[in-house]
């Protein structure tokens, strides 16, 4: 029977902030599904300046082309992805709304939640929520 497993995969696509990728990784080559939620933080906006900045474009240029990049760069890292979102701000309760009925758990990483907000989410979606740690970006 092939596994049906489903990871909502939470990512904060900064240095340290997308250890939820591996984890999506192993679900899909294990015969499951992931989508992404892309996070796009005060840090994350703060790398996009100073990409706009460093090649001299607009905002909404080194926006457009920076989540495009951060898009196939999570892409890359599972190998398949069934939705891939944007989310702009810190993540709260409202990130339940990101959950499917395919949604059978649901990754974070460490630096972006709370207690509080581990508690709420796996109260209210009924799935269990991973918690990973922030890891030293790859070389």
């Not at 489903?6 to 696509?13: C, D, F, K, Q, R």
């Not at 892309?38 to 790398?47: L, N």
């Not at 999570?74 to 499917?100: H, K, P, Q, W």
């Not at 509080?116 to 109260?123: I, S």
């Amino acid at each position: 029977m092939p596994n049906r497993e489903h990871l909502l995969t939470i990512v904060e696509p900064t240095p340290g902030g997308d250890a939820t990728l591996d984890l999506a990784r192993k679900a899909v080559a294990g015969g499951g599904t992931a989508s992404v939620l892309m996070v796009i933080t005060e840090r994350v906006q703060r790398d996009i300046q100073e990409f706009a900045d460093g090649e001299d474009l607009g905002w909404y240029e080194a926006e457009a082309l920076a989540l495009d990049q951060l898009r196939m760069r999570c892409t890359d890292r599972i190998g398949a992805v069934s939705n891939l979102e944007t989310y702009f701000g810190s993540i709260g309760s409202d990130v339940v709304n990101f959950i499917t009925a395919d949604t059978t758990a649901i990754a974070v990483p460490s630096r972006l939640v709370t207690n509080r907000l581990v508690e709420h989410l796996a109260e209210s979606s009924g799935r269990p929520v991973i918690v990973t740690p922030s890891r030293a970006a790859a070389a």
